[in-house]
T-cell receptor, first 117, second 110 residues
Framework: ETGVTQTPRHLVMGMTNKKSLKCEQH?????MYWYKQSAKKPLELMFV???????ENNSVPSRFSPECPNSSHLFLHLHTLQPEDSALYLC????????????????FGPGTRLTVL | LAKTTQPISMDSYEGQEVNITCSHN???????ITWYQQFPSQGPRFIIQ???TKVTNEVASLFIPADRKSSTLSLPRVSLSDTAVYYC???????????FGAGTRLFVKA
C-alpha cells in the first residue's frame, strides 16, 4: 500500500450506532488531518495531529472522537450521529509543520462516504 | 488566516489555456499560496505552491504579482480530464489550520 488509505470506503449507520473510520499513511509523515466535506460545500477541517498530539479541534461536536495512536494511523470514532453528519470524511497527512517555511503539501486519502440514517 | 475569493465556476474547451484568479487581499508576509485540485468523491490533490513571481511545474504555472494580493493558476491546453474543482489556499507554513474556500468548478468541454 502506498500513500494514504482509508477504510471503510462506504459506511451506513443508524443514529444509535458506534463506528470508527480508519486512516493509514505510508509516507513517513508526522502530521495527520480529518476533514469533512458535505454535499456541495467546501472542505471543513476537523482535527489536526502532529507527532500524535492533537493541535487543532475546529469546534467539532463531541460525537466525533479522534484517536492517533502513532504517526501512521488516525481514527475517527463515531457515536450518536445525526443525519446531517452524512458526508465524505477525508484524511490527509503531511510532513510535520516546523515554523516558517513553505506550506507543507497535504496528501489526501480517497475518503469514507458516510450515510447516517 | 487570509480569506480567498475565487470565481464559482468557469467553462473552457479542450486545448485552451485556462487561467483561474484568486484574490487574497489580507495575505500576510509569511503566507504561501497553494492550489489543490479535487475530482468528485476524491480527496484534493496538490497542484502547485508559490510565494512570489512565477512558479511552473509539469502541471501548471502560478503567477503572483508583486503585491501578492492575488494569484493566477494557469493550466495549459486543458483536456476533459481537467474538469474538477480548484482550490486556492493561503497560509503560513508553520500553521496547521487549513481553510478551503468554495473553490472554482472548471468544466472542460469537447
Amino acid at each position: 500500500e502506498t500513500g494514504v488509505t482509508q477504510t471503510p470506503r462506504h459506511l451506513v449507520m443508524g443514529m444509535t450506532n458506534k463506528k470508527s473510520l480508519k486512516c493509514e499513511q505510508h509516507l513517513g509523515h508526522n502530521a495527520m488531518y480529518w476533514y469533512k466535506q458535505s454535499a456541495k460545500k467546501p472542505l471543513e477541517l476537523m482535527f489536526v495531529y502532529n507527532f500524535k498530539e492533537q493541535t487543532e479541534n475546529n469546534s467539532v461536536p463531541s460525537r466525533f472522537s479522534p484517536e492517533c495512536p502513532n504517526s501512521s494511523h488516525l481514527f475517527l470514532h463515531l457515536h450518536t450521529l445525526q443525519p446531517e453528519d452524512s458526508a465524505l470524511y477525508l484524511c490527509a497527512s503531511s510532513q510535520d509543520m516546523a515554523s516558517g517555511g513553505p506550506y507543507n503539501e497535504q496528501f489526501f486519502g480517497p475518503g469514507t462516504r458516510l450515510t447516517v440514517l | 488566516l487570509a480569506k480567498t475569493t475565487q470565481p464559482i465556476s468557469m467553462d473552457s474547451y479542450e486545448g485552451q489555456e485556462v487561467n483561474i484568479t484568486c484574490s487574497h487581499n489580507n495575505i500576510a508576509t509569511n503566507d504561501y499560496i497553494t492550489w489543490y485540485q479535487q475530482f468528485p468523491s476524491q480527496g484534493p490533490r496538490f497542484i502547485i505552491q508559490g510565494y512570489k513571481t512565477k512558479v511552473t511545474n509539469e502541471v501548471a504555472s502560478l503567477f503572483i504579482p508583486a503585491d501578492r494580493k492575488s494569484s493566477t493558476l494557469s493550466l495549459p491546453r486543458v483536456s476533459l480530464s481537467d474538469t474538477a474543482v480548484y482550490y486556492c489556499l493561503v497560509g503560513e507554513g508553520g500553521g496547521f489550520k487549513t481553510i478551503f474556500g468554495a473553490g472554482t468548478r472548471l468544466f472542460v468541454k469537447a
